[in-house]
């Protein structure tokens, strides 16, 4: 049971260009989730999905897109990297959409932009 | 507007101490409540979860937290801190009527004496 699949672990883009950060599970989750983390700021909520074909902004969700063919996958794309998204991001998923349903995290994508 | 805070950003104690981690939110209602640790280059592992009945959660790991309505904190203990707690801890807020989007603070990093 891998659980919440992230790739890559490390990438280093220039400014300008455009990546897709994948996020994979096997758990039959319905709610999945990108969050960015950075110091002192804890974890943001870029993007969420409640089931293949729908998805919802977070906190923070300009510049990235998302979307949801099917309930294992859920990538996270940067269309024109900017120094402001170095961070690094994790993807979650949760059973349900309410938060009495513990979420499973990814082990983090540390993205930098130069 | 919702926020969580965690006062402290570093917290160093020694081996065998006790440990406590503060967290206060601002919310209109009673919100959901989780304590997440996050090791060195790892996602965050959920410690323990509050959603109502006994103010006082056990986790896991030998944590434990108290809700206090009163001074809307959720703060975390651990009677005797053992090498292996060392790592960052984050305190998330959630409302049943918002989903899973939780709100996090900005973490607080525990450093472990010998």
């Known amino acids: 049971n891998a659980g919440v699949t992230q790739t890559p672990k490390f990438q280093v883009l220039k400014t300008g260009q455009s990546m897709t950060l994948q996020c994979a599970q096997d758990?039959?989750?319905?709610?999945m989730s990108w969050y960015r983390q950075d110091p002192g700021m804890g974890l943001r909520l870029i993007h969420y999905?409640?089931?293949?074909?729908?998805?919802d902004q977070g906190e923070v969700p300009n510049g990235y897109n998302v979307s949801r063919s099917t309930t294992e996958d859920f990538p996270l794309r940067l269309l024109s990297a900017a120094p402001s998204q170095t961070s690094v991001y994790f993807c979650?998923?949760?059973?349900?959409?309410?938060?009495?349903?513990?979420?499973?995290f990814g082990d983090g994508t540390r993205l930098s932009i130069l | 507007a919702q926020s969580v805070t965690q006062p402290d950003i570093h917290i160093t104690v020694s081996e065998g101490a006790s440990l406590e981690l503060r967290c206060n939110y601002s919310?209109?209602?009673?919100?959901?409540l989780f304590w997440y640790v996050q090791s060195p280059g790892q996602g965050l592992q959920l410690l323990l979860k509050?959603?109502?009945?006994?103010?006082l959660v056990q986790g896991i790991k030998g944590f434990e937290a108290e809700f206090k309505r009163s001074q809307s904190s959720f703060n975390l203990r651990k009677p005797s801190v053992h090498w292996s707690d060392a790592a960052e801890y984050f305190c998330?807020?959630?409302?049943?009527?918002?989903?899973?989007?939780?709100?996090f603070g900005g973490g607080t990093r525990v450093l472990v004496k010998p």
């Open positions: 999905s409640v089931g293949a074909g729908i998805t």
């Open positions: 979650a998923s949760s059973k349900g959409f309410y938060s009495n349903q513990p979420q499973h």
């Open positions: 758990m039959n989750h319905e709610y």
């Open positions: 509050y959603f109502s009945g006994d103010t």
């Open positions: 998330a807020v959630g409302l049943k009527a918002a989903g899973n989007k939780l709100t």
């Open positions: 919310y209109g209602a009673t919100p959901y």
